[in-house]
């Protein structure tokens, strides 16, 4: 039973570190290598009107307020911080709002990155955060102030960028390792349980739950890399 409860801590603390890392989430050196290049980007001429209160414009200068906290957003985090939460159900205007941002795309205002995940929405990066539309006006979408401080805490990523995916690496595979270890020997627990003459329910009870929370962490562990 003391190594069940052990086991079954550690599965606890693998949860409650894998909502840390979703929550601390930083940008990939690839990322970082797109904000790197629209932070230091001249101005761009476009062939569309970026005009104050007309929709390119507020979507541009939403992207830009994500890109300034290092992320980049998806429709749905694009709608919701913009407009409302509510709207991000509405299919009709997510589709619309889909359309300007590829209209967007065409006119190299924004690029897509790929899906982190098959299920994931596509992301939006600028190319920039100045620009010359159409009607040769001169957009900035931050201050320099902002983009210098941006420029700053982009400054470290580079050289920590290797040394943390090493560190990384070796810590999903010695995660996945005492996982698939814990679901072996909690099964074993529950066979062993199930032979004896009377059984015993705590031990049943306990092992075959530590084996179901531990196959849930590790398809999440699996499915992230």
Not at 18 to 24: G, T
């Amino acid at each position: 039973m003391g190594l069940i409860q052990s086991l079954f801590i550690f599965c606890q603390l693998t949860l409650l570190n894998e909502r840390r890392e979703v929550s601390q989430a930083r940008p990939t050196y690839i990322e970082a290598e797109f904000l790197r290049k629209a932070l230091g980007a001249d101005y761009k001429s476009i062939n569309i009107r970026l005009r104050e209160g007309e929709y390119q414009y507020d979507l541009a200068k939403m992207i830009a307020s994500f890109h300034l906290e290092m992320r980049f957003p998806d429709v749905k985090d694009i709608i919701g911080k913009l407009y409302s939460e509510e709207k991000t159900s509405d299919v009709q205007f997510v589709r619309k709002i889909q359309t300007i941002l590829k209209k967007m795309e065409k006119s190299n205002i924004i690029t897509i990155l790929p899906k982190r995940r098959p299920w994931e929405l596509q992301r939006y990066a600028l190319l920039s955060l100045k620009f010359q539309d159409v009607d040769r006006n001169l957009v900035v979408l931050a201050s320099d102030q902002q983009m210098k401080q941006t420029q700053d805490l982009l400054y470290h990523l580079p050289a920590q960028q290797p040394e943390a995916g090493a560190i990384g690496i070796r810590s999903v595979m010695v995660r996945i390792f005492l996982l698939s270890f814990i679901i072996v020997a909690s099964y074993s627990a529950v066979l062993w349980s199930l032979m004896q003459p009377v059984v015993n329910a705590a031990v049943f009870v306990v092992a075959f739950s530590l084996a179901t929370v531990s196959s849930i962490i590790l398809g999440k562990v699996l499915s992230k890399r």
